[in-house]
């Protein structure tokens, strides 16, 4: 089994707790010995890794790990702390809210491949977007022919001239905003430079009001 490690944490004396998302959901993985500066599983076990390991009992939420392989250690993102802040975004996301989906495996691809992302501050923000759906809060972003305003967050999308609804965001920003809902990552322009910080508080807001959830990682 593979999967990315969100979250980690000092378990007893020398042991760490590896917390997990993986095609079948999140699993707990103790890593024996993990926080002693000669033991593999310290290097492996950190936040922000995607490892292969052994499991035999699936049904099982905690387990020990055994045979782990690093699959990607994301050295290029961990090298700059704003690119981490942005694939941490993505982790935050699965922390918080992974939990009763019907497909995990369609999800852990849908993180595996915004982590790919050349611009990681971009697929971020596609990823938080995106996700809304599986998550039973996606955006009505499909006009329905009348003049379109701009996207309210009370209303859950698009508002149109004779709605009583206020708009968070204008046409123009409205059209950014389906961009990064719908299109492919590796899709996006750089015309989304001047509007990133109005999406981001958008998304911030969006979470706040819909799914009662600061993202610490966009405030």
């Given amino acids: 089994m593979e999967g990315i490690i969100y979250k980690i944490q000092p378990y007893l004396e020398s042991s760490r707790l590896l917390f997990v998302y993986t095609p079948q959901g999140k ?67 699965v922390d918080k809210f992974m939990i009763e989906i019907e497909s995990h495996e369609t999800i852990y691809q849908e993180v595996v491949l915004a982590l790919s992302q050349n611009d990681l501050k971009i697929a971020s923000l596609a990823f938080s977007l995106k996700i809304l759906k599986p998550l039973g809060y996606e955006l009505n972003l499909t006009a329905n022919g ?25 046409t123009k920003d409205a059209i950014l905003l389906l961009k990064l809902t719908y299109l492919p990552y590796n899709e996006h322009s750089n015309d989304l430079d001047e509007s990133i910080q109005r999406i981001e508080r958008f998304i911030q807001k969006y979470y706040e009001y819909h799914l009662h959830t600061t993202l610490k990682n966009l405030s």
């Fill in 146 to 170: 009348n003049l379109v305003k701009g996207v309210s967050i009370a209303k859950g999308g698009l508002v149109y001239e004779n709605d009583g609804y206020s708009i968070d965001l204008d």
């Fill in 27 to 93: 699993m707990t993985l103790l890593a024996k010995g993990a926080q002693k500066l000669n033991q593999k599983s310290r290097v492996i076990g950190q936040f922000l890794t995607r490892i292969s390991f052994d499991v035999t009992m699936l049904n099982k939420t905690f387990v020990t790990l055994k045979n782990p392989v690093v699959l990607d250690d994301y050295a290029r993102i961990k090298d700059d702390f704003q690119t981490t802040k942005y694939a941490a975004l993505i982790l935050e996301i």
